[in-house]
């Protein structure tokens, strides 16, 4: 029985990485997008063929333009198909890496709990985000399936089918949804003890209506004969021998009816019907019938025994084919990184050397412009003072007072100016209406005065002192003059050094 819960799982992922022609119908975002169909169609056909390396390599460049594109749900695709195909061939290692790249994947997609989610209005992007998460708890539910952890295998099992039934068309997808529901009832069977038939009859119940859904015959076909030969172990189990055996052998019946398709699967099925078959007859000490049942259950394990062969010595030769494809991949990886390492080394080098000689231009330019200032500061003063000492003494007052009308007149242009530059600012800044109302309230007198008491002021020096004079923020006046925060507390620390101890209020 064991057997035929592998069995289950495998064709669960066979039957979604047959499909291709869906993916026709999806819109073309760009000519690479097209592209990365193509390959990913051009690895499914590759699996179909035996050719597992081939079609790895399809799928993971595939893979790259999708996530390049942004398009995690075709992404989620290639790794699903990827990872199905190495539960296929027993390399559970490589699946599990596969596994958490998928699990990665719903985080790119801003994935939330699926049973808290409800209808987006973007439609195709609530479908995206279910389809990623289908592809990641159908991958970690058969993972931990293959290692016999059975709560794990139930709980993303079951958060599978909750993504599943979030997708308005899952054939569109190549999902086939009688199968989730059929492995979800062999997980209960399997690993719940004691076993909760229940449970198995709802998944099985639900498996059947889907089945009566399908389009196609032939997945209708095969999805029946592993649900109704689950339903003869479920009568076996409540001990209804009668409706087991009647079962059963209507599932040999509908073997028979697909034997010609399917030679190579209905061998297996044929196998497990015929020892559950043997077992029932020998339980109920009908001995005879037994006997019967296990010849043909012999010449059937023939059969089965050189398909077993064969299909063992493909998986070695695909497994070893995939284990050289790995190591070629690793090895050219390591060196992909370490030539990225070189090259953000030598682009941090010069990102360096650009910023230290752009730093020593604006210091070189700053200490110009300083330099220029005070000299014509300087200048201006000693012209000042000589008009002064040349004047009368009836004179003084007058200049003083010219001087200080042409002070306020100054600052009143400067103060203009500023509400000027701040008139020009976006109507969502903050501080604009604010500042601008501040400005044009200010008592210039009292700036005027102020400015008086500083030593060498410059017309920058002003302009910073009717900004703090307006409530402006630091952080507001970087913003103003597109300079750093940082530039502002210097400005206003060397403010404070032009004037007389406590006497800068700002």
């Keep these: 029985m064991n057997s035929r819960f592998l069995i289950g799982i495998a064709l669960c992922g066979l039957m979604f990485a047959q499909g291709n022609l869906a993916f026709a119908a999806q819109p073309a975002d760009s000519l690479a997008f097209q592209r990365a169909l193509s390959q990913r169609n051009s ?16 799928l993971i460049a595939a893979y790259d333009t ?41 985080n790119f997609s801003d994935s939330k709990e699926v049973r808290s989610l409800g209808r987006s209005k973007e439609r195709a992007e609530d479908e ?115 409706a087991a055996e009647q079962t059963m052998q209507e599932v040999l019946a509908m073997i028979d009816s697909v034997a010609e ?33 296990q010849e043909r259950l012999i010449g059937n394990n023939a059969v089965r025994y050189d398909i077993d062969k064969t299909t063992s ?16 991949m690793e090895r050219l ?40 200032e005070a000299a014509l500061e300087a200048d201006n003063m000693r012209s000042a003072m000589d008009a002064a000492l040349a004047a009368a003494p009836s004179k003084k007052e007058e200049l003083n007072k010219e001087k200080k009308e042409d002070g306020m007149t100054a600052l009143q242009l400067l103060a203009d100016n500023l509400i000027k530059q701040l008139q020009q600012l976006p109507a969502t800044c903050a ?35 009717l900004c703090f004079a307006a409530g402006m923020s630091v952080e507001d006046v970087a913003d103003l003059f597109h300079i750093e925060p940082a530039s502002v507390y210097t400005v206003r620390y060397r403010l404070r050094k032009k004037f007389p101890a406590d006497t800068f209020p700002y």
């Design 66 to 106: 999708f996530m390049r594109l942004q398009r995690y749900d075709y992404a989620s695709l290639c790794l699903y198909e990827r990872a199905i195909e190495y539960m296929n061939i027993g390399a559970f290692d490589q699946m599990e890496v596969l596994m958490r790249q998928l699990e990665t994947l719903t």
């Design 431 to 465: 501080y604009k209406m604010h500042s601008i109302a501040r400005l044009q309230t200010l008592d210039i007198e009292n700036i005027a005065h102020l400015c008086a008491q500083g030593n060498r002021l410059t017309n920058m020096d002003k302009r910073y002192i």
């Design 261 to 293: 398709f399917h030679p190579n699967t209905v061998v297996t099925e044929r196998g497990e019907a015929y020892a559950f078959m043997v077992m029932l007859c020998t339980e109920q000490g009908r001995y005879r019938e037994a006997l019967d049942w």
């Design 333 to 372: 990886q390591e060196r992909n990184l370490a030539f990225r390492r070189l090259l953000y080394l030598l682009l941090s080098l010069l990102l360096c050397a650009i910023l230290l000689i752009v730093v020593l231009y604006l210091r070189k330019k700053n200490t110009e412009a300083r330099l220029y």
């Design 313 to 328: 010595l493909q998986e070695i030769e695909t497994r070893y084919e995939v284990e050289k494809k790995t190591l070629e």
């Design 128 to 242: 995206g985000r279910y389809l990623v998460l289908f592809n990641y708890y159908s991958v970690a539910s058969a993972y931990y399936a293959q290692l016999d952890s059975g709560d794990l295998a139930i709980y993303y099992g079951e958060r599978s089918i909750q993504a599943m039934e979030q997708l308005p068309n899952p054939e569109q997808w190549r999902i086939i949804p009688p199968w989730n529901y059929y492995n979800q009832a062999l997980y209960y069977d399997f690993y719940t003890d004691p076993r909760q038939t229940d449970s198995i009859e709802a998944y099985l119940r639900r498996a059947e209506h889907a089945a009566a859904l399908l389009h196609a015959p032939e997945d209708r076909q095969e999805v029946s004969i592993n649900i109704q030969d689950m339903w003869a172990w479920l009568h076996y189990y409540r001990g209804q021998y009668h």
């Design 43 to 58: 690895g499914i056909d590759a699996f179909k063929r035996g050719e597992s390396a081939a079609a790895q390599d399809s």
